[in-house]
């Protein structure tokens, strides 16, 4: 018998465009998910403050409506927003991991920030890579936002939405050894009977795939599109076609695949809960382990580059500057 803990799989709307009330409504159900035992509660992607829906619904044009409001209400890294969200951790004494809209200066990354119980960060990460249009909105990740992570419940990595379908990215974490995952995903409602890959039945198998590839706990977190944001981003009948109500599918799945709760109504907010016995692990490992005995690295490698990347690299030393021009230091600046 293994490391016992319980985990819970937040399956809520967003407060939509509204940094202040995303920020309590994530602090009200970090919470209630600890009030209920948990000692790890994870968040939808982009759940501060929502998905961008809007860029799946028309030409980019009709979208610059959203995108000032977005920006303004995304998340800042060492922001007094986060500042309130760690506090709020600290508090409620559980590991938490939130998907964000990450703001930093004039650019948007899809951000998961991994807080410890004592409120400090253990990492801000960012999705390697948007997908299709939500490359019009968001930058790019790089090498040293994959990471796993030791903590007192095991070793936590985190990625979003269909970076689990990028089978070196995976194999990337799965590498660190990885225990529990958290996968962030947002709602499964969009392009309803129109597009099978965006839906629920390939999203949720994605994760479960995670689940028994890497040999890992999997805590998918999936975000309800609520009517509200629905008539606030559908001024057509085709767009409403188009971005149905609900698509909720929050679930955790075990180191065999197992689903490990039962599922809420896909319209409904709540929270999932299950618990893991890491031993579990050990069980699921002697059958395969993609980066032990199960590998053939004589064979096939990855090649991983954690190196940050930075726009700019300061070049200049002390003895070129003077009171007029003092040196940047760029370390100190967010990148």
């Known amino acids: 018998m293994g490391q016992k803990i319980k985990a819970a ?33 994870a968040f939808p992607e982009a759940w501060i403050p929502g998905y961008p829906w809007w860029i799946w619904l028309d030409a980019p044009a009709w979208g610059f409506q959203f995108v000032e409001r ?11 927003e986060m500042e309130r969200i760690r506090r709020c951790v600290e508090h409620a004494g559980i590991h938490v991991v939130i998907g964000t809209s990450e703001r930093d200066h004039g650019s948007l990354y899809l951000g998961q920030t991994l807080i410890a119980p004592d409120g400090q960060v253990l990492h801000d990460r960012r999705k390697l ?113 188009l971005l149905p109500v609900g698509g909720a599918y929050s679930m955790i799945y075990g180191p065999d695949g197992r689903e490990l709760a039962e599922y809420l109504p896909e319209n409904e907010e709540g929270i999932v809960y299950a618990e893991l016995d890491l031993g579990e692990i050990a069980l699921a490992k002697s059958a395969a382990d993609p980066v032990g005995h199960y590998s053939r690295r004589d064979v096939t490698r990855l090649l991983l580059n954690r190196n940050p990347l930075r726009p700019t690299e300061d070049m200049s030393g002390p003895e070129t500057s003077d009171a007029r021009n003092e040196p940047v230091d760029i370390e100190a600046e967010p990148v």
Request: net charge negative; proline share 4%.
């Open 9 to 41: 799989a937040v399956q809520a709307a967003p407060a939509f465009l509204n940094l202040a009330a995303g920020v309590e409504k994530t602090c009200w159900l970090i919470e209630e998910a600890a009030a209920n035992g948990s000692d790890i509660v």
């Open 70 to 80: 977005y920006h303004e209400n995304s998340i800042s890294v060492g922001s007094r």
């Open 129 to 241: 890579k948007p997908t299709h249009v939500e490359r019009s909105v968001f930058g790019e990740g790089d090498g040293s936002h994959l990471a796993v992570h030791d903590t007192p419940i095991g070793r936590l990595g985190a990625l979003c939405c269909w970076e689990h379908v990028q089978p070196l990215t995976k194999y990337a974490l799965f590498s660190m050894h990885e225990q529990i995952h958290v996968a962030s995903w947002p709602s499964f409602s969009l392009y309803e009977g129109k597009a099978h890959a965006l839906g629920p039945l390939v999203s949720k198998s994605v994760s479960r795939v995670y689940a028994v590839e890497g040999q890992c706990f999997v805590i998918a977190s999936c975000a309800v599109l609520s009517q509200e944001m629905q008539d606030m981003l559908c001024d057509t009948p085709a767009k409403r076609e």
